[in-house]
């Protein structure tokens, strides 16, 4: 037999307000940020990681 419990914690249930701020939180999203250009370039170390197992598939690809 399985018992299913549908406990929601008291701050999902909707009835208790947790905050003052009654707004909602602007994005702001700068495409020119010093994070954002950061994130399109990626990181090195994984770059480096992707060009090593690349190199390595065509020469076990040029061994076989």
């Known amino acids: ?3 299913v419990h549908d406990l929601k914690p008291p701050f999902l249930d909707g009835n208790t307000v947790y905050t003052t701020q009654m707004s909602e939180i602007q994005v702001v999203k700068d495409p020119l940020s010093d994070m954002a250009i950061l994130a399109k370039k990626g990181s090195t170390v994984v770059k480096e ?5 690349e190199r ?3 020469k076990e690809k040029e061994a076989a």
């Open 49 to 53: 990681l992707r060009e090593r197992n």
């Open 56 to 58: 390595d598939k065509v």
């Open 1 to 3: 037999m399985l018992m």
